[in-house]
Every structure is written in C-alpha cells, then in structure tokens.
C-alpha cells in the first residue's frame, strides 16, 4: 500500500452553555488557566418518534489571555461557541490510579452573552501565538493532496 499523507487535523467547533462556575487560577509558573464543561445539546427522535435531548459535557481548558477572558467575560449558563483542539492526557489519582482525560484546549471563545465588563478586562487578540513546542510547521504543496 502507498504511503499517504494524511493531513494532521484536530479542530473541532461546538456549541452550548458553560455547566459550571468558571474560575481563573494560575500555574506555578503563573500562567493562567481556565478549566470548565460546556453542555453542548443533540436532538433526537427515539424509537416511538418523539423528541429527545441528550447531552454531552465536554471538558474544557483555556489558557493565558483566553483564560482570562473567559473567566472575566462568561459565567454559569453562558452561551458560547467553542473552537480547540482535542487532547488526551494520561495521570494518576491520589489512590495510585491511572486515568485518561479528554479535553478540547480552547483556541478560541465565542460569548454569545456577556456579563458586565471588569474594569481592565480585555478581550484577547484573534492571533494567539503558540509555545514553540506547539508550532505547527505548514510545509504542505498541492502535490502532497492525495486526491
């Protein structure tokens, strides 16, 4: 079989509400950080065609200037949508426990409902530049599409 090459494409976009109180901390390092759940609703039909909803809560981290101002724009129940990235990140618990945890790494924020603006709260460039670890290098022609 051929090698292709698969283009390297994690982004996702959702909607819904914030399920919790969102609350600004800080790293040892003091960077600050964000970590709330977005209800992000689906409708159904079920077996006797009536309607449903079902719910997904999906974790959610945002850093520096985002965390910021996600923390001083949104609160519980706001609606938002949501542009990141999935990563998965392995751990373990006080009681010696392995665990995995999802979460999307929010790349962008939009509040489709604002509270009050804080004094000196600003809303974060569109542009947020990456950690060097992070920087993705584009060295893509039309002669790697594979179609």
Known sequence: MADLKVPR????IFSGRIGNDVELKYTPKGTP?????VACDRRY?????????????IDCVAWRKWAEFIANQTHKGSAVIVEGRIETRNWTDQNNQNRKTTEVIVDVL????????EEGATQP???VPLPAEETLHH?????DVPF
């Open 9 to 12: 494409l994690n982004k996702c």
């Open 33 to 37: 950080v964000v970590r709330f759940v």
């Open 45 to 57: 039909k079920d077996e006797t065609e009536q309607w449903q909803t079902a719910t997904s809560w």
């Open 110 to 117: 939009h509040s489709l409902e604002w509270k009050p603006r």
């Open 125 to 127: 460039n569109e542009e």
């Open 139 to 143: 060295n893509t022609t039309t002669d």
